[in-house]
């Protein structure tokens, strides 16, 4: 069974620093990988995708890599915003499945 | 934008009710997904389904059942619901392929008392 962990779990940065998010699986069998913002009492909003095959994904100030061998990704926030704080969840599919980890909560003080 | 509507944001029920959760996607995608979020426990599959009146159980499908006949449309059913089924709901939808990426809904936060 595919065990997906982030770490730290929770995170407090002063604005303006970049932010590096990791998460591992234990199963290097996957489709894809993806990363999802989550605010207070929301969904979750799609971020970045990254196909097995691939070794990074950039969206504006957003970079995310996978090492699939080694079973990680990191997603990279530069120069944060106080509008960056949010849960950040990663999850990885195998065979139609999302597993997910229990997510990074970011605080981004002003 | 592909749309993910669930009926509720929030409900709330009594315990041995039976409760109705309404999924609806837009973008005619044939996989859709029943979730629950738990602090602590991150989201965990429920059920899905890949096509009209095809399902598949996930993680934890104890205590749960669904319906799937439109293609845009999933149901979750409580068919008597407990206390520990308190719990963020989120339903999501994707294209048939494996790869393709899931796009989910505000999500029904439901209390059961």
């Given at each position: 069974?595919?065990?997906?962990?982030?770490?730290?779990?929770?995170?407090?940065?002063?604005?303006?620093?970049?932010?590096?998010?990791?998460?591992?699986?234990?199963?290097?069998?996957?489709?894809?990988?993806?990363?999802?913002?989550?605010?207070?009492?929301?969904?979750?909003?799609?971020?970045?995708?990254?196909?097995?095959?691939?070794?990074?994904?950039?969206?504006?100030?957003?970079?995310?890599?996978?090492?699939?061998?080694?079973?990680?990704?990191?997603?990279?926030?530069?120069?944060?915003?106080?509008?960056?704080?949010?849960?950040?969840?990663?999850?990885?599919?195998?065979?139609?499945?999302?597993?997910?980890?229990?997510?990074?909560?970011?605080?981004?003080?002003? | 934008?592909?749309?993910?509507?669930?009926?509720?944001?929030?409900?709330?029920?009594?315990?041995?009710?039976?409760?109705?959760?309404?999924?609806?996607?837009?973008?005619?995608?044939?996989?859709?997904?029943?979730?629950?979020?738990?602090?602590?426990?991150?989201?965990?599959?429920?059920?899905?389904?890949?096509?009209?009146?095809?399902?598949?159980?996930?993680?934890?499908?104890?205590?749960?059942?669904?319906?799937?006949?439109?293609?845009?449309?999933?149901?979750?059913?409580?068919?008597?619901?407990?206390?520990?089924?308190?719990?963020?709901?989120?339903?999501?939808?994707?294209?048939?392929?494996?790869?393709?990426p899931q796009h989910f809904g505000d999500g029904t936060r439901?209390?059961?008392?």
């Amino acid at each position: 069974k595919q065990e997906v962990t982030q770490i730290p779990a929770a995170l407090s940065v002063p604005e303006g620093e970049n932010l590096v998010l990791n998460c591992s699986f234990t199963d290097s069998a996957i489709y894809n990988l993806q990363w999802f913002r989550q605010d207070p009492g929301k969904g979750l909003t799609s971020l970045l995708l990254i196909q097995s095959s691939q070794r990074e994904q950039t969206s504006g100030r957003l970079n995310a890599s996978l090492d699939k061998s080694s079973g990680r990704s990191t997603l990279y926030i530069a120069a944060s915003q106080p509008g960056d704080s949010a849960t950040y969840l990663c999850a990885v599919v195998s065979d139609y499945k999302l597993s997910f980890g229990a997510g990074t909560t970011v605080t981004v003080r002003a | 934008d592909v749309k993910v509507t669930q009926s509720s944001r929030y409900l709330v029920k009594r315990t041995g009710e039976k409760v109705f959760l309404e999924c609806v996607q837009d973008m005619d995608h044939e996989n859709m997904f029943w979730y629950r979020q738990d602090p602590g426990l991150g989201l965990r599959l429920i059920y899905f389904s890949y096509d009209v009146k095809m399902k598949e159980k996930g993680d934890i499908p104890e205590g749960y059942s669904v319906s799937r006949e439109k293609k845009e449309r999933f149901s979750l059913i409580l068919e008597s619901a407990s206390t520990n089924q308190t719990s963020m709901y989120l339903c999501a939808s994707s294209f048939g392929e494996t790869y393709q990426p899931q796009h989910f809904g505000d999500g029904t936060r439901l209390s059961i008392l």
